[in-house]
Nanobody, 128 residues
């Protein structure tokens, strides 16, 4: 009932684009800040791009800030991650997470920050 579900991952060539979706069910996602995170084997999970619950302020890490855009559609209870100019280094399992009224930068950068909800993840594979 109460969950986040990611979709939109897949295999894409370097330089290509994907749009990931994070859709909430059982609760109103508008009341939560939402972040996209990714994890690859042998590395810690890292924040990618996050959006706040109130005014929609966003934050993205330096490695993606010129290529990725996070947005939300309140009517669809969904947060998106538009990923352009994808690189092999972007290959990872991407997760979305929700946390009430959290600043975007903190949500992405503070690795120890607990989340209210996590999705199961969607795989993005950037390869030629």
């Amino acid at each position: 009932q109460v969950q986040l579900v990611e979709s939109g991952g897949g295999l894409v060539q370097p330089g290509g684009s994907l749009r990931l979706s994070c859709t909430a069910s059982g609760f109103t996602l508008n009341d939560y800040s939402v972040g996209w995170f990714r994890q690859v084997p042998g590395k810690e999970r890292e924040g990618v791009s996050c959006i706040e619950s109130d005014f929609g302020n966003t934050y993205s890490v330096d490695s993606v800030k010129d290529r990725f855009t996070i947005s939300r559609d309140n009517t669809k209870n969904t947060v998106y991650l538009q990923m352009n100019m994808l690189e092999p280094e972007d290959t990872a399992v991407y997760y979305c997470a929700a946390r009430g009224h959290t600043r975007a930068r903190g949500m992405c950068e503070i690795s120890s920050l607990g989340m209210s909800y996590w999705g199961e993840g969607t795989l993005v594979n950037v390869s030629s």
